[in-house]
């Protein structure tokens, strides 16, 4: 399982963002640089479609591939009182002949993208990961270096933590904790539901521009 929230800022503002992550989480920064591959199971691989999706880090010195099932969400009246989206997922290390076993089996492309960013992984109260990245379309069929940007100016952050289910709720506890100190900047919620930019952006990107982040929380 894992717990997340995602939520959108402005380019301008993902350097402040920067700072204030640095200082937050006390390790350095990853680069990121992911092709993603979505492929949706045919009608000959049961009734229910099925979603697996194959990602590329192409930031390594030799293209590393990674298999990742999404299942569905924690349901329930506990499930909806809670800001973060826990639910299922599955991922494992494959070689690159990964995409033509899962077209072999009758999966089928369903998009592709490109994420262009950075990441940091630390510990606070659970292992979370911050991804900042500009999420990038293809023109042509794998075409990374053609990628152009499907919301120019905007960049996803997503914030994720693997959990269990004895303990979830401390996990979630933690998440939500560590959104609050970025609240300034952006508002983080469960995937699928859109708050937009936040008014006070500007105003907190100029204070971590001009005091380098301040002291870590």
Request: net charge negative.
């Amino acid at each position: 399982m894992e717990c997340v929230v995602q939520g959108i800022i402005e380019t301008q503002y993902v350097e402040a963002l920067e700072i204030l992550l640095q200082g937050l989480c006390g390790v350095h920064k990853e680069r990121l640089r992911i092709h993603e591959i979505c492929l949706k199971s045919g009608p000959n691989l049961g009734v229910v479609a099925s979603e697996v999706r194959l990602l590329c880090d192409l930031e390594q010195p030799e293209s590393t591939w990674t298999v990742r099932h999404i299942g569905g969400a924690m349901r329930g009246a506990g499930a909806e009182q809670i800001s973060v989206l826990v639910r299922t997922m599955v991922e494992s290390k494959v070689s690159k002949n990964a995409l033509r076993l899962f077209y072999a089996l009758g999966y089928k492309l369903d998009h592709e993208l490109l994420r262009v960013g950075f990441a940091f992984h630390f510990q606070r109260g659970a292992q979370i990961t911050v991804t900042v990245s500009s999420v990038n379309k293809m023109l042509k069929l794998h075409a990374t270096d053609e990628a152009v940007p499907v919301t120019p100016g905007i960049q996803l952050v997503e914030v994720t933590a693997p959990a269990s289910a004895e303990n979830y709720n401390e996990v979630v506890a933690a998440v939500s904790s560590f959104c609050e100190y970025l609240a300034p900047l952006l508002h983080l919620s469960k995937p699928g539901i859109s708050t937009g930019v936040v008014p006070t952006a500007a105003a907190a990107a100029a204070s971590l521009m001009s005091d380098g982040g301040g002291t870590p929380l």
